[in-house]
């Protein structure tokens, strides 16, 4: 049973084009949500992160907006660069707890 | 300063046989995670330490895994009669006391085949 789904494996974007990338969960009891950025041959890095007090959280060329209704998440890369190049990862948890459910990741290329 | 370092990177090893994968964590950090993520899978959470409470082993897929952590710093996962369904990415993390939920901080990262 995945709780936290990213349906698109990849997706390609030209350089100075936004970048959508999109994440689902099915468990209400999630109430922080978070995206990592994972390089080959590295670990993964946390990016940027959302409480479900919120809809959006910005930092700097990332946005995450969370629309708790449709219980989705979206991370939005504008303007997007060939170093963003990676795979994407959303987790999920829920306050309090300290396991993190991990989505399967989405590879974005960005296309000079 | 140091990050997460995890030892070997790439272990290649035969059906039936034990491993061991090491994990060192950054200093001080008392919360430390194991994952493993197979080809085309999520990350999939192990087993998790903090401090000097009972590890929570919940997401051990079997009884021929396991894990310590010595001295509340470096951490082994052990695979006994590893089978092939084990080749994957094993990964660790450690996270600060108090540190915010985001802020896990990952090692590179095992690779372990299974022939």
Redesign the interface.
């Known amino acids: 049973d995945?709780q936290?789904k990213?349906n698109s494996?990849s997706l390609s974007v030209q350089e100075g084009r936004i970048s959508i990338l999109n994440c689902d969960y099915t468990n209400s009891m999630f109430d922080?949500f978070?995206w990592y950025k994972k390089y080959p041959?590295?670990?993964?890095?946390?990016l940027i992160?959302i409480s479900s007090i919120k809809d959006k959280n910005e930092d700097g060329r990332f946005t995450v907006f969370l629309n708790k209704s449709a219980k989705h998440l979206s991370l939005h890369i504008v303007p997007s660069q060939p170093g963003d190049s990676a795979v994407y990862?959303c987790?999920a948890?829920t306050?309090g707890t300290?396991?993190?459910?991990?989505?399967?990741?989405t590879r974005l290329k960005v296309l000079a | 300063g140091a990050g997460?370092s995890q030892s070997p990177s790439n272990k290649v090893t035969e059906k039936g046989k034990d491993v061991e994968l090491r994990c060192d964590p950054i200093s001080g950090h008392t919360?430390l995670?194991w994952?493993r993520q197979s080809l085309?899978?999520?990350?999939?959470?192990l087993i998790?330490f903090?401090g000097n409470s009972a590890p929570?082993k919940s997401g051990l897929p079997s009884d021929r895994f396991s894990a310590e952590r010595t001295g509340g710093s470096v951490s082994t996962l052990t695979i006994q009669r590893t089978q092939q369904e084990d080749s994957a990415v094993y990964?660790c993390?450690s996270r600060p006391t108090g540190g915010?939920?985001?802020?896990?901080?990952?090692?590179?990262?095992t690779r372990l085949t299974v022939t």
């Open positions: 995945q936290v990213q494996p922080y978070l041959a590295e670990g993964p890095t946390f992160s990862f987790a948890c306050s300290y396991k993190y459910i991990f989505g399967t990741g | 997460v919360a995670y994952y085309g899978q999520g990350l999939e959470f998790y903090q929570d990964l993390a915010a939920l985001g802020e896990q901080y990952f090692g590179p990262g």
